[in-house]
Protein backbone atom coordinates (compact mmCIF):
# COMPACT_ATOMS: atom_id res chain seq x y z
CA UNK A 1 0.00 0.00 0.00
CA UNK A 2 0.91 3.74 -0.49
CA UNK A 3 2.20 5.05 2.38
CA UNK A 4 -0.25 8.10 3.27
CA UNK A 5 1.29 11.59 3.50
CA UNK A 6 -1.39 13.15 5.82
CA UNK A 7 -0.15 15.36 8.67
CA UNK A 8 -2.39 13.10 10.82
CA UNK A 9 -0.50 10.46 9.49
CA UNK A 10 3.01 10.83 10.35
CA UNK A 11 2.12 12.18 14.18
CA UNK A 12 0.13 8.45 14.56
CA UNK A 13 1.44 6.10 16.54
CA UNK A 14 2.38 2.66 14.99
CA UNK A 15 -0.99 1.06 16.61
CA UNK A 16 -3.09 3.30 15.16
CA UNK A 17 -1.80 3.03 11.48
CA UNK A 18 -1.73 -0.69 11.98
CA UNK A 19 -5.35 -0.70 12.74
CA UNK A 20 -6.09 2.01 9.98
CA UNK A 21 -4.14 0.07 7.58
CA UNK A 22 -5.53 -3.48 8.29
CA UNK A 23 -8.86 -1.99 8.07
CA UNK A 24 -8.49 -0.16 4.95
CA UNK A 25 -7.08 -3.14 3.25
CA UNK A 26 -9.88 -5.33 4.18
CA UNK A 27 -12.30 -3.21 3.31
CA UNK A 28 -11.42 -2.64 -0.02
CA UNK A 29 -10.49 -5.71 -0.31
CA UNK A 30 -14.10 -7.01 0.58
CA UNK A 31 -15.66 -4.09 -1.45
CA UNK A 32 -14.06 -5.30 -4.78
CA UNK A 33 -15.18 -8.57 -4.46
CA UNK A 34 -12.59 -10.14 -3.20
CA UNK A 35 -10.58 -10.46 -6.51
CA UNK A 36 -7.42 -8.13 -6.00
CA UNK A 37 -3.82 -8.97 -3.85
CA UNK A 38 -1.43 -11.46 -4.45
CA UNK A 39 -0.15 -14.04 -1.16
CA UNK A 40 2.36 -16.40 -0.90
CA UNK A 41 1.52 -20.09 -2.03
CA UNK A 42 3.82 -23.30 -2.18
CA UNK A 43 3.25 -26.24 -4.16
CA UNK A 44 4.54 -29.33 -4.33
CA UNK A 45 3.41 -31.05 -7.87
CA UNK A 46 2.36 -34.51 -8.11
CA UNK A 47 1.31 -35.69 -11.77
CA UNK A 48 -2.03 -37.21 -12.25
CA UNK A 49 -4.80 -37.58 -14.50
CA UNK A 50 -6.53 -34.84 -14.62
CA UNK A 51 -5.23 -32.27 -11.97
CA UNK A 52 -1.96 -32.45 -13.32
CA UNK A 53 -1.37 -31.27 -9.28
CA UNK A 54 -2.65 -33.30 -6.50
CA UNK A 55 -0.83 -32.29 -3.53
CA UNK A 56 -0.17 -28.70 -2.46
CA UNK A 57 -0.41 -26.33 0.06
CA UNK A 58 -0.56 -22.73 1.15
CA UNK A 59 1.05 -20.93 4.32
CA UNK A 60 -2.22 -18.84 4.97
CA UNK A 61 -0.06 -15.62 5.14
CA UNK A 62 -1.64 -12.61 4.03
CA UNK A 63 1.51 -11.24 4.69
CA UNK A 64 -0.27 -7.25 3.89
CA UNK A 65 -2.07 -8.16 0.62
CA UNK A 66 -5.80 -7.73 -0.09
CA UNK A 67 -6.02 -11.34 -0.58
CA UNK A 68 -6.51 -14.10 3.00
CA UNK A 69 -3.94 -17.13 2.26
CA UNK A 70 -5.53 -20.16 1.64
CA UNK A 71 -4.47 -23.33 4.16
CA UNK A 72 -4.74 -26.31 1.85
CA UNK A 73 -3.53 -30.12 1.85
CA UNK A 74 -0.26 -31.81 2.05
CA UNK A 75 0.03 -35.26 0.66
CA UNK A 76 1.79 -37.86 3.22
CA UNK A 77 1.65 -40.87 1.82
CA UNK A 78 5.04 -40.97 -0.01
CA UNK A 79 5.83 -40.59 -3.51
CA UNK A 80 3.55 -40.05 -6.23
CA UNK A 81 3.40 -39.21 -9.92
CA UNK A 82 2.66 -41.28 -13.20
CA UNK A 83 2.63 -44.50 -13.47
CA UNK A 84 1.27 -47.35 -15.96
CA UNK A 85 -2.04 -45.76 -17.53
CA UNK A 86 -1.43 -41.89 -16.00
CA UNK A 87 -2.05 -39.14 -18.56
CA UNK A 88 -0.14 -36.88 -18.12
CA UNK A 89 0.16 -33.63 -19.66
CA UNK A 90 3.61 -33.07 -20.70
CA UNK A 91 7.01 -33.63 -19.05
CA UNK A 92 8.05 -29.51 -19.75
CA UNK A 93 4.69 -27.79 -18.26
CA UNK A 94 2.63 -27.88 -15.05
CA UNK A 95 -0.59 -26.36 -13.89
CA UNK A 96 -0.47 -24.50 -10.63
CA UNK A 97 -3.31 -22.92 -8.64
CA UNK A 98 -3.41 -19.99 -9.87
CA UNK A 99 -3.57 -16.66 -10.50
CA UNK A 100 -0.45 -17.03 -10.72
CA UNK A 101 1.32 -13.16 -10.13
CA UNK A 102 4.70 -14.06 -9.95
CA UNK A 103 7.15 -17.22 -9.04
CA UNK A 104 9.67 -16.91 -5.87
CA UNK A 105 11.84 -19.61 -6.45
CA UNK A 106 11.61 -23.58 -7.56
CA UNK A 107 13.42 -26.33 -6.35
CA UNK A 108 14.41 -29.87 -7.20
CA UNK A 109 16.18 -31.97 -5.01
CA UNK A 110 16.64 -29.13 -2.84
CA UNK A 111 18.44 -27.09 -5.41
CA UNK A 112 17.18 -24.19 -6.54
CA UNK A 113 16.09 -23.98 -10.69
CA UNK A 114 17.50 -20.64 -12.36
CA UNK A 115 15.03 -18.34 -13.00
CA UNK A 116 16.11 -18.44 -16.93
CA UNK A 117 15.01 -21.89 -17.15
CA UNK A 118 11.14 -21.23 -16.76
CA UNK A 119 8.07 -18.97 -17.43
CA UNK A 120 4.62 -18.18 -16.83
CA UNK A 121 2.06 -18.53 -19.47
CA UNK A 122 -1.53 -17.49 -19.04
CA UNK A 123 -1.11 -16.88 -14.77
CA UNK A 124 -1.31 -20.60 -14.41
CA UNK A 125 1.40 -22.61 -17.03
CA UNK A 126 5.00 -22.93 -15.55
CA UNK A 127 6.76 -23.97 -18.50
CA UNK A 128 10.09 -25.42 -19.08
CA UNK A 129 12.71 -23.33 -21.49
CA UNK A 130 15.41 -25.06 -20.56
CA UNK A 131 15.14 -28.18 -22.92
CA UNK A 132 14.75 -30.09 -19.72
CA UNK A 133 11.27 -31.85 -18.11
CA UNK A 134 9.99 -31.48 -14.70
CA UNK A 135 10.35 -34.00 -12.10
CA UNK A 136 7.51 -36.61 -13.01
CA UNK A 137 7.57 -37.87 -9.52
CA UNK A 138 8.28 -37.24 -6.13
CA UNK A 139 8.51 -38.53 -2.44
CA UNK A 140 5.85 -36.18 -0.55
CA UNK A 141 7.26 -37.55 2.98
CA UNK A 142 10.76 -35.94 2.25
CA UNK A 143 11.08 -31.84 3.75
CA UNK A 144 10.68 -29.55 1.10
CA UNK A 145 14.26 -28.60 0.58
CA UNK A 146 15.76 -32.58 0.71
CA UNK A 147 16.46 -35.07 -1.61
CA UNK A 148 13.45 -36.29 -4.13
CA UNK A 149 11.45 -33.11 -3.24
CA UNK A 150 9.80 -30.92 -6.18
CA UNK A 151 8.72 -27.09 -4.56
CA UNK A 152 7.64 -24.55 -6.54
CA UNK A 153 6.98 -20.94 -4.49
CA UNK A 154 4.92 -18.51 -6.14
CA UNK A 155 2.82 -15.30 -5.39
CA UNK A 156 -0.94 -16.11 -5.65
CA UNK A 157 -3.39 -13.65 -7.17
CA UNK A 158 -3.94 -10.59 -8.81
CA UNK A 159 -1.66 -7.52 -8.21
CA UNK A 160 -3.41 -4.47 -7.04
CA UNK A 161 -3.18 -1.80 -9.57
CA UNK A 162 -1.86 2.02 -8.52
CA UNK A 163 -5.07 3.99 -8.50
CA UNK A 164 -5.78 1.26 -5.95
CA UNK A 165 -3.31 1.87 -3.72
CA UNK A 166 -3.86 5.41 -3.70
CA UNK A 167 -7.60 4.80 -2.62
CA UNK A 168 -6.92 1.92 -0.03
CA UNK A 169 -3.98 5.21 1.06
CA UNK A 170 -6.72 7.89 1.27
CA UNK A 171 -9.45 5.51 3.51
CA UNK A 172 -6.57 4.35 5.45
CA UNK A 173 -6.18 8.25 6.48
CA UNK A 174 -9.85 8.83 7.36
CA UNK A 175 -10.25 5.78 9.33
CA UNK A 176 -7.11 6.95 11.53
CA UNK A 177 -8.81 10.11 11.32
CA UNK A 178 -12.14 8.45 13.00
CA UNK A 179 -10.32 6.23 15.23
CA UNK A 180 -8.58 9.54 16.68
CA UNK A 181 -12.22 11.57 17.08
CA UNK A 182 -10.97 13.73 14.55
CA UNK A 183 -13.33 15.25 11.67
CA UNK A 184 -13.22 12.72 9.06
CA UNK A 185 -15.52 12.14 5.54
CA UNK A 186 -16.63 8.90 6.30
CA UNK A 187 -20.11 9.75 7.87
CA UNK A 188 -20.98 9.18 11.63
CA UNK A 189 -23.18 6.77 12.44
CA UNK A 190 -25.54 9.28 14.13
CA UNK A 191 -29.20 9.47 11.52
CA UNK A 192 -30.43 13.23 12.01
CA UNK A 193 -28.13 16.39 13.84
CA UNK A 194 -29.43 19.46 14.92
CA UNK A 195 -27.61 22.50 15.17
CA UNK A 196 -28.22 26.21 15.11
CA UNK A 197 -31.96 25.11 13.83
CA UNK A 198 -30.55 23.26 10.95
CA UNK A 199 -31.45 19.56 10.68
CA UNK A 200 -28.89 17.31 8.72
CA UNK A 201 -29.75 13.50 7.69
CA UNK A 202 -26.75 11.68 7.40
CA UNK A 203 -26.46 7.96 6.62
CA UNK A 204 -25.30 5.06 8.38
CA UNK A 205 -22.17 3.75 7.75
CA UNK A 206 -23.01 0.11 8.27
CA UNK A 207 -25.71 0.48 5.31
CA UNK A 208 -23.71 2.50 3.28
CA UNK A 209 -20.70 -0.63 3.66
CA UNK A 210 -23.79 -3.05 2.83
CA UNK A 211 -24.47 -1.20 -0.44
CA UNK A 212 -20.68 -1.64 -1.40
CA UNK A 213 -19.51 2.26 -1.24
CA UNK A 214 -17.46 3.99 1.58
CA UNK A 215 -18.36 7.67 1.75
CA UNK A 216 -14.57 9.08 0.41
CA UNK A 217 -15.44 10.11 -3.22
CA UNK A 218 -12.30 9.28 -4.18
CA UNK A 219 -12.32 5.70 -2.78
CA UNK A 220 -15.91 4.99 -4.51
CA UNK A 221 -14.95 6.01 -7.33
CA UNK A 222 -12.36 3.09 -7.87
CA UNK A 223 -14.27 0.92 -6.15
CA UNK A 224 -17.10 1.77 -8.78
CA UNK A 225 -14.43 1.09 -11.41
CA UNK A 226 -13.32 -2.51 -10.55
CA UNK A 227 -16.60 -3.84 -9.63
CA UNK A 228 -19.51 -1.96 -10.92
CA UNK A 229 -22.23 -4.78 -10.06
CA UNK A 230 -21.10 -4.64 -6.17
CA UNK A 231 -20.20 -8.57 -6.76
CA UNK A 232 -19.21 -10.03 -2.87
CA UNK A 233 -16.73 -12.94 -4.43
CA UNK A 234 -14.79 -13.81 -7.57
CA UNK A 235 -16.84 -15.89 -10.08
CA UNK A 236 -16.09 -19.73 -9.82
CA UNK A 237 -16.50 -22.50 -12.49
CA UNK A 238 -17.07 -26.29 -11.13
CA UNK A 239 -17.75 -29.18 -13.27
CA UNK A 240 -19.23 -32.42 -11.99
CA UNK A 241 -16.51 -34.14 -14.14
CA UNK A 242 -13.72 -32.74 -12.51
CA UNK A 243 -11.22 -34.77 -10.01
CA UNK A 244 -10.98 -32.98 -6.48
CA UNK A 245 -7.92 -33.54 -4.09
CA UNK A 246 -8.05 -33.43 -0.40
CA UNK A 247 -8.00 -29.84 1.16
CA UNK A 248 -8.01 -29.12 4.96
CA UNK A 249 -8.49 -25.81 6.54
Known amino acids: MIA ?15 YATTMAVHLLWTLTGRVLGTFPA ?11 TTAWRGNGVRDGYWWPGLVAGTGTSGACGCADGCDCFGVNQLMLPGPVASVTRVLIDGVVVPSSAYKV ?6 FRTDGQGWPQAQDLTAADTAVGAFLVEYQ ?4 VPAAGLVAAADLAVDLLRARLNKPCKIPSRAQNVSRQGIEVQLIDPYTL ?15 SAVNPSRLRSRSRVYSPDAQRVSRFR
Open 156 to 159: RGVP
Open 4 to 18: PTAEEWETASDVDKE
Open 42 to 52: AVRPCFGTQEH
Open 209 to 223: FESGLTGLPSVDQWI
Open 121 to 126: KDRRWL
